[in-house]
């Protein structure tokens, strides 16, 4: 623990038991400690923790042996697919009394954490005796040198309960790669620069905020484009002026249509997965060459989505080259900017496919709503699967300081709560949550943190009795054979005021004209946590979204970024595909 601290390491989510005792007892007297009621919400309060502190500061998770490990994995997953930094430091039985797979269990609670967790961690180790606190920063300083992940230090009872005499000193690593542009790649990357009329700048969640401000800063006044992926939804904040949009499978449908007609994209810290260019490959971007930076040679050597120029190298590194590259040549892209400006003005960010007519809440429409409301600084945590979770990267238009989180590779539901309470200890400030009933009943039970903790959380959630986003596959997809997403299929979800008043939450049913209450007002200024519940249609569809169709071979083929559904009137196609083929501008309503 003393050498925790000595790394950075300040806060510790933890949920306690008899294997991680001795630990536990140690960081209480070194860390500041958040006790949660269930494990998996320690991995991600800590993987939020560490995406939003502004001090540098460090959290870990401490969890016991067997459950403890098991119960956070969702966690540990989420976090290797996203590459972000996690330490767990977990309890094992004693190492006299382990298995080694001779038998399914001899010590209490045994369970072989390290080979379950070895697949998705950096670093996943069993320490049977004491080791030196070097040893300790080597291991965990791998979560955050070059491509962040998870690291897993498993310490058995014996272990932790041995007096010791080590020395706590230890020599800092710094994180510079040494991965860098040859003089080759410096002139092809000089060479496209200048001959691209059309270019856009993709920032992933592999770029660092600070890198990603000084590049938006640098890039003022040149006209360039600027997008992000979702787990960089932050990166570039709606006051660039080239803002470009959060373009992706369900992304904003503004954004995918100006992306496609780019003719050079430079895609910067994203593995460019399916959910950002679609499943339709071919077709991602069909008139552009592509640049793909990463620190991981794996992820630039891969096939999908289709033949591209890799630069192995740090992020940071490559936008700094990048910057000074551009203003040095001081292109003019002018005339593609101002095209952007017609995209959007055509294509609003909330669209009337998003809007309800009835007596019901727009979840989009309140999350539009809140996002010309929310403060420069807040945090705001979007649910990591689901339709409210589709609506905010949509809607949330991300200004000034704020921070847009969400876990996007493993979009597993139930993270939204966990997260916020890691942004909101880390930020000790507003931290606004957006989430779905189903998804937020998953790990509903650290409310009990939320309270204790007394944090300021602000919580919306979708209120439509069910799954929305499995609905909708349903209805589209299986002619409305419903099966398991609504109470009148099985599925039955709390009453939400009464829940939140068991916890001692104020929580209120939110009405058409909630901005203008004074009541709202109030409980959206105080310092306390509060719910607020969007009462949504349970038949709303969320839209515009990418369809896969049956070809004329009988194969289910997914339509392109471009076309979504549903379609646009002809007089709007008209403006806004300006640089598609005839032949790859979709058809109108």
Not at 87 to 114: P, Y
Not at 547 to 566: C, E, I, N, R
């Amino acid at each position: 623990m003393e050498a925790l601290k000595g790394a950075g390491y300040t806060t510790c989510f933890f949920l306690g038991g008899g294997n991680s005792m001795h630990l536990l007892e140690s960081a209480s007297k070194k860390f500041k400690c958040i006790p949660v009621v269930h494990e998996v919400t320690a991995s991600i309060s800590t993987e939020y923790f560490n995406q939003t502190n502004l001090n540098n500061e460090k959290a870990f998770a401490l969890v016991t042996a067997g459950p403890g490990m098991t119960n956070l994995v969702t966690g540990v997953g989420g976090a290797w697919l996203d590459s972000r930094e996690l330490l767990i430091v977990g309890g094992q039985a004693k190492s006299s009394n382990l298995s080694r797979k001779l038998v399914r269990q001899i010590g209490h609670q045994e369970i072989d954490g390290q080979a379950i967790l070895d697949p998705i961690t950096k670093v996943s180790k069993r320490i049977e005796s004491p080791i030196s606190a070097q040893e300790i920063y080597d291991l965990v300083s791998q979560s955050w040198l070059d491509r962040p992940g998870p690291v897993f230090l498993e310490v058995c009872l014996d272990v932790t309960a041995t007096d010791v005499n080590l020395s706590t000193d230890f020599e800092v690593q710094k994180n510079v790669s040494t991965k860098t542009l040859n003089a080759q790649e410096l002139d092809l990357l000089k060479n496209l620069l200048e001959n691209s009329a059309r270019p856009l700048i993709l920032l992933g969640g592999g770029v660092k905020k600070s890198a990603a401000v000084a590049f938006e800063k640098a890039m003022e006044g040149i006209n360039l484009p600027i997008a992000c992926t979702w787990t960089g939804a932050d990166r570039v904040t709606v006051d660039y002026k080239s803002y470009a949009g959060r373009p992706n499978t369900y992304g904003m449908r503004w954004a995918n249509i100006f992306q496609q007609q780019a003719d050079l994209i430079i895609a910067v810290g994203t593995s460019l997965g399916f959910q950002q260019t679609g499943f339709n490959t071919q077709n991602y971007a069909p008139l552009a060459k592509i640049i793909h930076v990463d620190i991981d040679n794996n992820e630039i050597t891969k096939s999908n989505p289709r033949p591209r120029t890799g630069f192995l190298c740090d992020s940071t590194y490559f936008l700094n080259i990048l910057s000074d590259l551009i203003i040095k040549i001081r292109p003019d892209f002018s005339e593609w900017s101002d095209f952007l400006q017609e995209v959007r003005k055509n294509l609003p960010t909330l669209e009337n496919c998003q809007k309800t007519q009835n007596n019901y809440l727009s979840p989009h429409e309140v999350i539009s709503q809140i996002s010309t409301i929310a403060g420069a600084d807040d945090v705001v945590v979007a649910a990591s699967s689901g339709g409210t979770f589709t609506a905010t990267l949509q809607q949330f238009e991300v200004s000034d300081n704020q921070r847009l989180l969400c876990n996007k590779g493993l979009a597993s539901m139930g993270y939204g709560l966990a997260g916020a309470i890691g942004a909101a200890v880390a930020r000790n400030g507003r931290t606004i949550l957006f989430e779905g009933d189903g998804g937020f009943a998953q790990n509903m039970q650290d409310l009990g943190t939320v309270r204790a903790q007394q944090l300021n959380i602000k919580i919306f959630i979708t209120s439509n009795g069910g799954y929305a986003s499995i609905k909708t596959s349903q209805k589209i997809y299986f002619s409305g054979h419903y099966i398991g997403c609504d109470q009148s299929t099985g599925l039955q979800l709390p009453n939400w005021e009464e829940l939140f008043k068991s916890f001692g939450i104020s929580c209120v049913i939110l009405e058409k004209d909630f901005l203008d209450k004074p009541s709202f007002k109030k409980l959206w200024t105080s310092d306390d946590p509060v719910a607020f519940i969007i009462k949504a249609d349970p038949e709303q569809l969320y839209l515009p979204k990418i369809f896969s169709k049956v070809d004329s071979k009988g194969v289910m083929t997914s339509t392109a970024l471009h076309d979504m559904s549903p379609a646009l009137d002809s007089e709007v196609t008209k403006r806004v595909f300006k640089y598609l083929p005839t032949n790859l501008i979709p058809s109108s309503s």
